[in-house]
């Protein structure tokens, strides 16, 4: 799907994917002479195994005799040139469709190095961006802070100075 995409967005990209045909004159008259461009670009896969268009666009003078040894009896062709033949007209087989890739192994390591970046920002703006730790968290702060509280007689009937013994000065259990 995303080889699919990326030749999909590469056509419209090119000019292949601007034009569909070319338009010539001949003898007077407006004739449209179908190019390359209006043929889909070759890409395997295996629910559309016949592509419109072969493999190898530009055949060299080796492939172009095997080409017209193939129009005669394939018997008197050998299993090599067979497979040439077939390497012309196709990328891969569907043994090799179906084989993994190694892409996985570029998209975890991609992935690693982006946390790692993110890693060492954070690091960063822990060590240059933010204060040490605010003096409202040590202990001495929150004892005070509750003293002030309970002196205050915040929420007396079911909240935090409820829980106080005025009388003896501490927790109530």
């Known amino acids: ?40 670009p070759y890409y395997d896969r295996k629910d559309e195994p016949l592509t419109a268009v072969d493999f190898v666009e530009q055949l060299s003078r080796d492939q172009k005799s095997l080409k017209e040894k193939e129009k005669s009896s394939w018997v008197s062709l050998s ?15 569907f043994v090799e469709m179906g084989e993994g ?4 192994k570029s998209i975890i390591g991609g992935t690693l190095f982006l946390l790692g970046l993110t890693g060492l920002y954070f690091a960063w703006q822990r060590m240059y961006v933010c204060a040490g730790v605010p003096h409202t968290f ?7 802070q ?13 909240g935090f100075a409820s829980k106080w013994d005025y009388e003896h000065n501490k927790w109530k259990k």
């Open 101 to 104: 890739s190694n892409e996985w």
């Open 146 to 158: 509750t003293k002030r509280m309970v002196d205050m007689r915040i929420n007396p009937i079911q």
């Open 79 to 93: 299993t090599d040139e067979k497979l040439k033949l077939y390497r012309i007209r196709f990328h891969q087989s």
């Open 138 to 144: 040590s202990n001495e702060w929150k004892a005070k």
């Open 1 to 40: 799907m995303k080889r699919m995409l990326t030749l999909r967005a590469r056509s419209l990209i090119t000019k292949c994917g601007i034009s569909t045909s070319v338009c010539i004159q001949a003898r007077g008259r407006s004739v449209a002479k179908v190019g390359a461009c209006s043929l889909s």
